[in-house]
């Protein structure tokens, strides 16, 4: 029994300066965010657990104590199994290659280049042009805070840059969430293909992908995915984010 809990003890040590390490740089080098913060506090969480393993055990024994370390099992085993939920449905692609035009989902610029998250959905999205070349590709995203450009600007050159003809491409540029990215793009489509009917796909990240097809639904465009990867040190701020993002979306269906 002491060797085990040595060993839990250590595990949250462990993973408490993980999450704390990775949430302070993400924070430092990408920027701050409600993920990176729960990151951080998640960090935090399991640093104190797991530093005072004995005296907490002692205290969450019975009554108040006991119903809250509950709850926070509980809310960690909820938020896992989201997380793990929204990676794995977003990494299984729905592309018939024979869509007509193709959506990618802005994702934030630093200075005139892309984000890195934002370089792997281009990535993706060239990928999935290169197997359908008569998709057009309408890039969305408009100017953020602190962004010297539009996202959809961005994006363009960078799509230019590796070889895509720029008649091809759609730019979207007003839109500052992900309903007005289809909203916006669907208003654009439709005067593209003169109201006519025409296929979407969604270009994103795999932990976007089940809320950014509920909200295309809700924008009045059925789509299929193809989905960017994404960075394995971003994925606790990124999916814990969603994951609150999807609750949200659930609930006020925005």
Request: charged fraction near 20%.
């Amino acid at each position: 029994m002491l060797k085990l809990k040595k060993a839990v003890r250590a595990i949250l040590l462990i993973l408490g300066a993980a999450f704390f390490i990775d949430g302070g740089c993400m924070a430092i080098f990408s920027n701050i965010n409600l993920g990176t913060v729960l990151t951080i506090l998640l960090g935090l969480l399991l640093l104190f657990w797991g530093g005072f393993y004995d005296e907490l055990g002692e205290r969450t024994k019975r009554g108040a104590g006991r119903v809250c370390k509950y709850v926070v099992m509980g809310g960690l085993a909820v938020m896992l199994c989201g997380c793990v939920f929204l990676v794995a449905f977003g990494s299984i692609d729905t592309a018939d290659y024979d869509e007509d035009a193709v959506i990618v989902l802005g994702c934030g610029v630093v200075g005139d280049r892309p984000s890195a998250l934002l370089a792997l959905r281009l990535d993706a999205a060239l990928e999935y042009a290169e197997k359908n070349p008569k998709a057009v590709i309408a890039v969305s995203g408009g100017r953020g805070f602190q962004e010297d450009v539009s996202e959809a600007e961005v994006m363009t050159e960078y799509l230019v840059e590796r070889g895509v003809d720029i008649e091809r491409i759609i730019q979207e540029d007003r839109s500052a969430s992900t309903s007005e990215n289809y909203r916006f793009s669907k208003e654009l489509l439709d005067a593209h293909f003169g109201g006519g009917e025409y296929r979407v796909i969604t270009v994103t990240n795999d932990f976007h992908i089940f809320r950014a097809k509920g909200i295309a639904r809700r924008n009045g465009l059925e789509t299929t995915t193809y989905h960017a990867p994404t960075m394995w040190y971003m994925y606790p701020s990124v999916c814990m984010r969603e994951c609150l993002a999807a609750l949200y979306f659930a609930v006020f269906g925005s």
